[in-house]
Each structure stands twice: as C-alpha cells, then as structure tokens.
C-alpha cells in the first residue's frame, strides 16, 4: 500500500514563504502523477498543483505565478515551494498520488490539480497571517 506523509507547513507572514514536502513509498512502478490540494474550513477542496511522470506541471489559477510543484524521481518525494503567500492561502494541504497504471492494466486519468488522487496523507496546516 502506497504511504504519504506531508510536512513543512507552518505558520507564516502575508508575503512570507514555505516549502512543503510529501514522502511517499510503496509503489511497485512509480507514481503517473502526484500534486497537492487544499482545504480550509467551510470551505471545497481546491486544487493547488500537480505533476507528471514526464515532469508536465499544472496549477490552479489561485496559485499560478507564486508557487512551484516540484519532484524527486529518486525517491518519490513532492515539494512544494509556496512564494508570496496570502491569508487566503490558509487550509490544510494535502499530497495526493496515483500509481502507475502498470499496476493495475488500466489508465488513471488526467494528471492536474483536480486529479482522481489515489492515496493521500494526513495533510500539514498552513496558516497565513496579516
């Protein structure tokens, strides 16, 4: 079974920075696509960022230009580089992974923000003061 766990949130100034991190293992071929959604009380999840296995990133409009979604090949670890972060920032971040579609013979969907994510972890919180 494919295992998640995010880290590297915080509580940080509007106009400050992060970088989030997501350690996954367990897969037998690899991920086709990982990415990171969020969710704040009360509020829908959205979708922030996601990646490819060719290395093809996509973001929501609310995060384009001010964040960066990352990958390790080697190990499988995501990142997260959060620029410029605004108080509407604030939720709980969540990495999400689908597995090769090697695994199961069949195709796992579109790779983006809004992905059919498989396994994910337990989140870390973000919190964007003024």
């Known amino acids: 079974r494919v295992q998640v766990v995010e880290s590297g949130g915080g509580s940080v100034q509007a106009g400050g920075s992060l970088r989030l991190s997501c350690a996954t293992s367990?897969?037998?071929?690899?991920?086709?696509?990982m990415g990171w959604f969020r969710q704040a009380p009360g509020k829908e999840r959205e979708g922030v960022a996601a990646i490819d296995d060719h290395g093809s990133t996509s973001y929501g409009d609310s995060v384009k230009g001010r964040f960066t979604i990352s990958k390790d090949n080697a190990n499988n670890t995501l990142y997260l580089q959060m620029n410029s972060l605004k108080p509407d920032d604030t939720a709980m971040y969540y990495c999400g992974t689908i597995p090769s579609g090697r695994e199961s013979g069949t195709w796992v969907g579109f790779c983006g923000p809004y992905a059919d994510f498989r396994y994910w972890g337990q989140g870390t919180q973000v919190t964007v003061s003024t």
């Open positions: 367990g897969y037998i071929y690899g991920p086709d696509c």
